[in-house]
């Protein structure tokens, strides 16, 4: 519904239950002998009765006009208001009016009373009725005897978890997260490359469950994830159990209290439970990325649910992931990365950083197949118990990560195909130079990781000498990159 | 609770049915843009159809699109939205 | 026929007019455009090689039903 538009002249705004306009009845019956006067009641139509009033029984004329206090008087010139004043103040008013003798005998002062439109009870039902233009999706009625939540099923719109209708009043209000236009176009998401708006993200993120605050994470998590660099709809199409990872930091993070200690990784937590979920939901219902459909995994992984946690980066001894990947640190951020479900690795006794390293190098040469190299990135997610034993010993990052790769190159006659009694493996021509080694140890031995592909992380409970590997997908142009971006508020 | 009506989570690439907008009782002291496509002819019939709208109490607008073969320009579709209560299109064959 | 179907989508009650060699073309379209029921009314054809007296006529013998497809009554 579009906004009314105010007769010329004066226009007052009351309600009987306001002392203060019950006060100004003399004060309207003044004005309208003297000049073009319309007054509108939100609540009883008989009052003030002189003068006669029209009823806004639906609010439309207080919202529309941004009523907050009645009584409130407008002065209305060709359709448009020129000013206001509200509440009662005598000289105000008189000035105001012009009338000299405006309300002779009341008392100079009375403040004014909230306006209906603004009553917390209604507000969110009046921006629906009244504001609900602004949103453009198709509106689809659930018929009477429906379940909404089931129709969402029915409808295949589910990630297998019931979701939250996406009702106006609920979109509406996710949108107050974010400075930016409902029908501003996010990205494209794959595999079927349909534009996303603010709006239709924002409805992802009502349904994964999200709250307002965390609508920012959500669009940047989409931004990031739908690009040709990071690649969607590769993972999408792949055979391996990978889906998007999203690593949050900065300060953030800790106001719209997300997890970074203790089950970080894990259930329980809102923000890190939703965010990630709103951007699986975005692919599956804008993009049309379904299992069995676009999205081929043999397995999948639980955490193609979502899969979304916080750096404890204030806690760091070695900066955050968005740090490393050329952010500052203290900048609120999203990294998306191709990643499987996190492994545990186990070291209670090393005590020594070199020690750790062996331990952590064994783990990560595993992942995927030990004689398979330099394919895929992963990110080390530690906690404060192992994370000590490097910062004790005044290991950084980049000398974590340089002593790390150290311990990963492999000669190559172990990774050549057949070796150890093992088919799979390297091809025996890689030798010649095609993987491009770049290690001190030249052509006869092979890097786990490409030189970037392994990234740090810090999160986890205070109490456990573990650490967390999340190996990724294919990287590299044939693959997927991961993205990094700081979050637009 | 208002959760009766939901919003489509999705690209809504298959197209939605939609009715026929609510029409006026009469076109009686109704504006009605006349919009000419284009194609020969179509003025001679155009010409009629306005000398009756007249005789039924109608103000006529005449529009004309640039050619029948693109649909007409915003700014065209535009003025007719702000000027006119009713539009007929003719004549296409 | 995209004309008429944006000009509803701005609020204003339209129709559409074509001889009758644009029966099927029309049906095919409109439902492409999500808008099975838009207006339409058809005139005989052809057209180009008429003379004025009988589009005249064409315009008179449609001219009762244009009016009933952007009215109420």
């Known amino acids: 519904m579009s906004k009314p538009v105010l ?98 005998g009341l008392p100079p002062m009375r403040p004014g009373c909230g306006s209906k439109s603004v009553d917390p009870d209604l507000v969110d039902e009046l921006a629906v009725r009244h504001g609900g233009s602004i949103l453009r999706s198709r509106r689809i009625e659930v018929a009477e005897a429906e379940d909404e939540i089931e129709m969402m099923f029915t409808r295949g719109w589910s990630d297998g978890l019931p979701v939250v209708p996406p009702t106006e009043q609920r979109v509406l209000k996710m949108l107050s997260g974010t400075t930016r236009a409902p029908d501003e176009v996010v990205a494209t998401v794959p595999p079927d490359l349909v534009d996303a708006s603010v709006e239709k993200v924002a409805i992802a993120a009502v349904m994964a469950g999200c709250l307002p605050e965390y609508l920012p994470w959500v ?127 186990v070291d209670q006794l090393s005590r020594t950083p070199e020690s750790l390293a062996n331990t952590l190098a064994h783990q990560l040469q595993a992942m995927h197949h030990h004689k398979l190299v330099m394919a895929f990135d992963a990110i080390l997610v530690m906690g404060p118990e192992h994370a000590r034993v490097f910062a004790d010993a005044g290991w950084d990052r ?90 637009q508020y | 609770m208002s959760t009766r009506t939901i919003l489509d989570p999705t690209g809504e690439q298959s197209v939605a049915e939609r009715a026929r907008l609510a029409r006026p009782a009469s076109l009686e002291g109704l504006t009605v843009g006349l919009l000419d496509i284009s194609k020969p002819r179509g003025n001679v019939f155009l010409d009629r159809i306005e000398e009756r709208l007249v005789g039924i109490g109608a103000s006529v607008k005449r529009y004309k699109k640039p050619t029948f073969a693109k649909p007409a320009p915003v700014d065209l579709r535009h003025e007719i939205a702000t000027e006119c209560q009713v539009v007929i299109e003719a004549l296409a064959d | 026929m995209h004309d008429i179907s944006d000009l509803e989508l701005r609020g204003v009650p339209g129709v559409f007019v074509a001889s009758d060699q644009f029966v099927t073309a029309a049906e095919s379209q409109s439902k492409s455009l999500g808008y099975s029921a838009m207006a339409r009314v058809f005139t005989p054809h052809p057209i180009q090689d008429r003379t004025d007296e009988e589009m005249i006529a064409y315009a008179d013998a449609a001219f009762d039903q244009i009016v009933s497809r952007v009215t109420a009554g």
């Open chain 1, 219 to 345: 669009l940047t998590a989409v931004e990031a994830a739908c690009n040709d660099e990071f690649n969607m709809h590769g993972l999408l199409a792949t055979t391996m159990p990978v889906g998007p990872v999203l690593v949050c930091s900065g300060p953030g993070t800790r106001k719209i209290g997300m997890n970074s200690g203790i089950n970080a990784l894990g259930q329980g937590n809102r923000a890190n439970s939703t965010i990630g979920r709103a951007l699986q939901l975005v692919v599956r219902n804008i993009g049309g990325g379904r299992p069995g459909e676009v999205d081929r995994a043999a397995h999948g992984n639980p955490g193609k649910v979502g899969f979304c946690f916080a750096e404890a980066d204030h806690e760091s001894p070695y900066g955050t992931l968005a740090g490393q990947r050329g952010l500052d640190d203290d900048v609120d951020a999203v990294t998306v990365f191709a990643g499987e479900g996190p492994r545990g690795v």
């Open chain 1, 398 to 487: 980049d000398r974590i990560i340089f002593e790390l790769h150290m311990r990963l190159t492999t000669p190559f006659d172990e990774l050549v195909r057949g070796a150890g009694d093992i088919d799979e493996g390297i091809p025996a021509q890689a030798a010649s130079g095609f993987l491009a080694p770049d290690t001190s140890d030249g052509p006869t031995s092979l890097p786990k990781f490409r030189s970037d592909g392994l990234m740090l992380a810090y999160a986890g409970g205070g109490a456990g000498l573990f650490s967390s590997i999340i190996p990724g997908w294919v990287n590299g142009e044939t693959g997927s990159k991961p993205v990094t971006r700081a979050v």
């Open chain 1, 7 to 104: 007769p010329d002249g004066f226009v007052a705004v009351v309600k009987r239950d306001c002392e203060t306009c019950q006060t100004v009845v003399p004060v309207l019956q003044q004005l309208a002998a003297a000049t073009d006067l319309t007054v509108y009641t939100q609540d009883d139509p008989d009052f003030p009765g002189d003068p006669e009033a029209i009823h806004d029984a639906d609010l439309a004329v207080s919202w529309h006009h941004d009523i907050e206090t009645v009584p409130t008087l407008i002065r209305v010139v060709d359709g448009q208001e020129t000013e206001r004043t509200f509440g009662w103040l005598q000289s105000e008013w008189r000035t105001f009016t012009g009338i000299d003798d405006l309300g002779e």
